[in-house]
């Protein structure tokens, strides 16, 4: 049963990788420059931080299939959100920036057997949209 356990263990770790760098290459698409990918603090960690002129982006990816019971947006919780935002202010309190901050969310579906990229969805401003969870 444990072997079963990491198989399926390595597959998401895999999924969620496959999803980070889909969003990474929209981001560069969409202009910006990725400037950190899984920082980590005591408080979590980010997935993907990018920047362009103005704005410096902290975003949170969540990578599903098509067939996945819970959407990326939902399993975000209060809790992962205030980590999240304790998280953004460390990575600011040792990286100084002229740029205003902002944390986005971006949830990836993949294909279930190959993880090729079937869409994502981006929200920017993510909590400041989800306000009422903090």
Request: with cysteine; glycine share 6%.
């Amino acid at each position: 049963m444990r072997k079963t356990e990491d198989k399926r263990d390595f597959e998401i770790r895999r999924r969620g990788k496959a999803g980070e760098e889909y969003v990474c290459e929209y981001l560069e698409a969409h202009g910006c420059t990725v400037a950190a990918r899984n920082y980590s603090s005591r408080y979590g960690e980010i997935d993907v931080i990018a920047e362009n002129e103005v704005r410096i982006m902290f975003v949170e990816v969540k990578t599903r299939t098509q067939r996945s019971m819970v959407g990326g947006f939902e399993s975000i919780t209060s809790t992962k959100l205030k980590r999240f935002t304790r998280t953004v202010a460390d990575y600011l309190s040792k990286h100084s920036t002229d740029k205003q901050p902002r944390i986005d969310c971006a949830q990836v579906i993949v294909d279930e057997r190959t993880n090729r990229l079937l869409s994502i969805e981006y929200i920017k401003n993510a909590v400041e949209q989800a306000a009422g969870y903090l």
